[in-house]
């Protein structure tokens, strides 16, 4: 780095490049911490805290680009969208993930600018911060949504297995598992409101809690039984209900993993290990039923 920015420590071309790249991120960054600081009361000292941070980081890369750069309006909007949709937890860790690369290139700068030895230190607080200081509503619930959501792709995938072998008509399965969705649906919300019931939090809400749970479920229902209002052929529908539920358990641990800081394939594979276990163990039972008692609607 220091050959590459000489005695008078101007960057080259592709240097220069990074370097006002990395002055937009910080720029950026400084724009979101701040206004969440505006709008999150709860965690506003330590919002205000890493914005300063950004601003100064900003200004470093001014004294070396001697350009001013506004933050970019509509990336600003989006993380403050992810927030809002998917909670602070999620939006934020996704930003810092995008500083391993800024790590880095501050790595490279420690013998000709000393200063951003402290901006590297700073940058990884930044993580340790989020996690030990956030309250996050939405995470707090994570629980409610893994409950009704886990049980809907164990049970209804199984059912679904099962009955597709013992019935032959599309529409039957799927509105047999329909109407046993949506009673599951309401039996694990009333569940869920009395386990929270018994085990009072200042954080966690029982009607929300049973709220998050049920329509957790009910939602994982009506994305596993559409294929066979859809499709004729038992088989399509099987297939297209399987790939479905392995969207939603990627898409779900993908958040989880994200927002928490867990082994995202190791989640993957436990949940779809007994999602597809179950299916599995169903499908057969249905074959025994068929072949067996020779029931077919």
């Known amino acids: 780095m220091a050959a590459v920015l000489g005695v008078d420590m101007n960057f080259s071309p592709e240097e220069l490049k990074k370097a006002l790249i990395q002055q937009q991120n910080e720029i950026n960054d400084y724009a979101i911490y ?61 930003l810092e993930k995008r500083e391993e690369k800024a790590k880095e290139f501050y790595k490279e700068l420690f013998d000709v600018y000393p200063e951003s030895r402290k901006i590297y230190q700073q940058e990884n607080e930044h993580e340790f911060e989020l996690i030990d200081m956030l309250n996050d509503k939405k995470l707090v ?65 029982p009607l929300t809690y049973s709220l998050y749970t049920g329509v957790s479920y009910i939602l994982t229902t009506a994305i596993l039984v559409a294929p066979f209002f859809i499709f004729e052929t038992m088989a399509y529908s099987l297939i297209v209900m399987f790939a479905c539920a392995f969207i939603a358990i990627i898409s779900y641990n993908f958040y989880v993993s994200v927002a928490k800081d867990l082994n995202f394939s190791k989640r993957v594979l436990q949940m779809s290990t007994i999602t597809f276990g179950v299916a599995l163990i169903s499908f057969l039972i249905g074959y025994l039923v068929k072949a067996y008692l020779g029931i077919e609607i």
């Open 34 to 94: 701040s206004t969440l600081a505006i709008k999150d009361k709860q965690n506003r000292k330590i919002f205000n805290k890493i914005a300063n941070e950004e601003k100064t980081h900003y200004e470093f890369w001014v004294k070396i680009t001697n350009k001013e750069i506004k933050p970019q309006r509509v990336l600003v909007l989006w993380y403050l969208l992810l927030v809002k949709i998917f909670g602070t937890s999620f939006a934020l860790k996704t």
């Open 141 to 205: 619930y994570a629980g409610a949504i893994v409950l009704g959501m886990n049980d809907a792709l164990v049970e209804l995938t199984g059912t679904l297995s099962g009955i597709a072998f013992a019935f032959e008509k599309s529409l039957v399965v799927g509105l047999t598992g329909l109407i046993m969705g949506i009673a599951a649906s309401l039996s694990m919300a009333g569940s869920a409101y009395l386990e929270a019931k018994e085990n009072p939090s200042e954080v966690i809400k």
